[in-house]
């Protein structure tokens, strides 16, 4: 289930962003056409218990009490709701979830409700105020939609810092006196005292006064034994750190794989914020999982022979045990990705049970001239942890032995010239420590809040898995710090989550505190678009006005002038005679279709294509896309919610191969030939394929291959008497036809006719179109329903 507002609040055009604050907000399935609700509710029918086993964070809870909604349990009698409590699908902890039911925590899925509603509501309002601001404004800003988050641009405002610190930063030259020795056969390079200084004729004068002296003398020698601790338990923070900086793996794909690894049953849960084992965790079972593995086999069977140690104390958030491996597992198992995963979360355990690495560190101090120096040397007495995790031992340093008072010739004194250098752009690693630290997102929601800012356009991961904000994103940052510097600020999301904390241990009212968070934003809001030219004058500077931007394409049907296509998201054209906007498919390229015109308005129609061998290609009119004409539409393309509910203004709209129109060449009704195989969509004629002729469905990515290489195929207003699909008349090729005597010409049905449906050949395109609820029925006797395709078995597509 997801949060969302009402139909009729969906409407970009017809609704004040400043209403959604007072919206009310209802929840849906995320996937209509799976009917889960349904389901659950037929399948408790007659039962007594319900044991609800989701995954034990406050998103898991929440969702508890939504199948507890579906099933009816909450108002029935006698009917009793267990909720069992894991973290992992290993059998032991299956039986002893389900030996210590306990009730579902009512409180943690109060405050997620609360997080949802206060995010879907400040969230909205920002970003379609903004994004229909500027869109309208400029047509080089690169960004389907120009979105705010209470958490996400707080997420980019950590990246603009840095941003702004590396191109504010004034570099400093500064030197640096470095005398060497020749000692028992080592060249040693020894360190300055004052490390290094911003005059260079004060440097000069220091080296000088060592050159006099010639000589060197040790003045102290120290030697300490070092301990280099193992890790503690792995929470999902460090893990998302580690794939980014060590694996090269983005937070959202690390925890795509984290959670099939645990699904498959190969690690524990892998959201959790404690790093402390609990005291019955079963270190020996966990070992004996992996000792035959082929890899790290022989170092666990060692680890159990010399016993383990206990883990080093770490945090106990009460949520999860760390991150743990459950069995054994190797690549040809798992594959390259989740098998690097996989392999760090077994290192990171054993690492943890390992001993600690020790070493000694041995200080060298020398005197000359008046100037002290140093050097170091590093000896490893015990690898301990870091045979396990190589990357994390200590450095060998090897040096001669000196005797204090000892005095020894300097061959030469060097000095080293710099500049002081600006911090780099923020890694993702460093991105979530610091939004960690300032309190922005959940152990879940981070890995989203970082894709949204790289999907927007708002940064660019660049070398090293660093990020650099783009000038839209700068823009962005810097108009909300001359407006209200609370919005891009950590300070108030943190705030928020204390208070979603205080919801979720029963120590707060959840309908109070999304109250008095929706009043403080509104007034925000308000003054935010009271002062929206202050962040305008910034976009001014930076970016094309609509007028200036994009290249001739087609003519307008209220003016008859040209209008221009801007290809930079969001894709769409403008009319600069009657200054509208009429957005485009995305994600394509576009271009003029024969200089025909739409019949209901007289726009010129276009073409959209996607790339590739596969990618699929329709006509649309520009102003149907956007206005669609006919009642009853209850899908659009490029949205993935119904008309009513559809933002029209980015993305989703009304093709030709959706238009229910009667007698127009281009529309469903024309082209379209026969119900869908896979979903309840239509088969419709690619009108630019040829010479590899095909059908695509108008919802889903089912492709169809038919005769390749035919002068022409196309649809006839006949219908196949037996399954009332459109007949095709096919203009077969004189050099490789099938018909006998080297005729070209038939005719007939793909489903029903022998000889046709032996032509051609099930494929699956390039998927464009994702698409939630029912799909429409009854089109023009195409069968257009799975019923359709029930009552009559040819249309399956069985054969193919």
Known sequence: MFSDFPGRYQDWNATNPMELFEAPIIKTESTPKAHICRH??????GCGHLVLWLDCD??????????????????KDGKKVYRARFSSVAEKDILKAMNNLVEPNKNEALAVDARQEIDLKVGVAFTRFQTSYFSGKYGNLDSRVISYGPCQTPTLGFCVQRHLQITTFKPEKFWVLHPYIMHKGYELKLDWGRRRLFDSDVTLMFQNFVKDAGVLKVTGISEKQETKGRPTGLNTVNLLKVASSALGFGPQLAMQLAERLYTQGFISYPRTE??????????????????RNPVWGDYVRQLLSDGYHKPRSGTDAGDHPPITPICS????????????????????????????????????????????????????LAKGFTSIMPWLAVTEINIPQFAEGQKIDISRVEIDEG?????????????????EKNGIGTDASIPVHINNICERNFVQVQAGRRLVPTALGISLIRGYQ??????????????????????????????????????????????????????????????????????????CGSCLRYMKHISSQPSRLYCGTCEEI???????????????????????????????????????????????????????????????????????????????????????????????PECE?????????????????????????????????????????????????????????????????????ILCDELLHSLVEMKHGKSFFRRRGRGRRGRGGRGGGRNAKKQDPKMSFRDF
């Open 58 to 75: 406050r998103e898991g809870e929440n969702i508890c009490f939504e199948v507890i909604e579906c099933t009816g349990f909450h108002s």
């Open 482 to 555: 001359c407006i209200d510097p609370d919005l891009c600020l950590p300070d108030i999301r943190s705030f928020i989550e204390q208070q979603i904390g205080l919801v979720a241990k029963g120590q707060a009212d959840s309908s109070l505190v999304v109250q008095h968070v929706i009043q403080q934003f509104m007034r925000k809001f308000s003054y935010f678009v009271e002062k929206i030219e202050n962040m305008d004058a910034l976009f001014e500077a930076e970016f094309s006005p609509l007028s200036e931007s994009g290249r001739v394409l087609s003519k």
């Open 274 to 291: 404690s790093t402390a084992y609990p005291s019955s965790f079963d270190y020996k079972g966990t070992l004996d999982a992996l000792v």
């Open 40 to 45: 659950l509710s037929q399948e408790s029918r």
């Open 419 to 435: 500049s002081t250098r600006p911090p780099d752009y923020l890694t993702e690693s460093e991105l979530i420590s610091l939004m």
């Open 582 to 676: 009429y957005y485009t498919p995305q994600k394509g390229t576009i271009k003029l279709y024969k200089e025909l015109t739409c019949p209901l308005d007289n726009f010129e129609l276009l073409i959209f294509s996607m790339a590739g061998p596969d990618g699929k290609s329709f006509p649309f009119c520009p102003y149907c896309y956007n206005n669609p004409p006919f009642e009853g539409i209850d899908q659009l393309f490029g949205s993935g919610k119904s008309a009513a509910a559809a933002n029209l203004g980015k993305g989703g709209g009304m093709p030709c191969f959706l238009c229910p129109h009667p007698t127009c060449q281009h529309s469903m009704i024309s082209r379209g030939v026969c119900a869908c």
């Open 329 to 380: 597992a190797t690549e040809d198992m798992l594959g390259h990705d989740m098998w690097k995963l996989y392999q760090y979360v077994c290192q990171h355990f054993l690492g943890t049970l390992s001993p600690d690495c020790k070493y000694s560190r041995i200080n060298v101090e020398f005197e000359s001239g008046g100037e002290s120096f140093h050097c170091v040397g590093q000896h490893v």
């Open 681 to 749: 969509g239509t088969l419709v004629l690619d009108p630019i394929s040829a010479p590899k002729w095909r059908l695509y469905c108008n919802m889903c990515n089912c492709l169809v291959a038919l005769p390749e290489g035919a002068h022409k195929i196309s649809t006839t207003r006949e219908r196949c008497p037996e399954c009332d699909s459109t007949i095709l008349e096919v203009d077969f090729n004189k050099k490789n036809t099938p018909l006998k005597d080297g005729a070209t010409s038939y005719a007939g049905c």
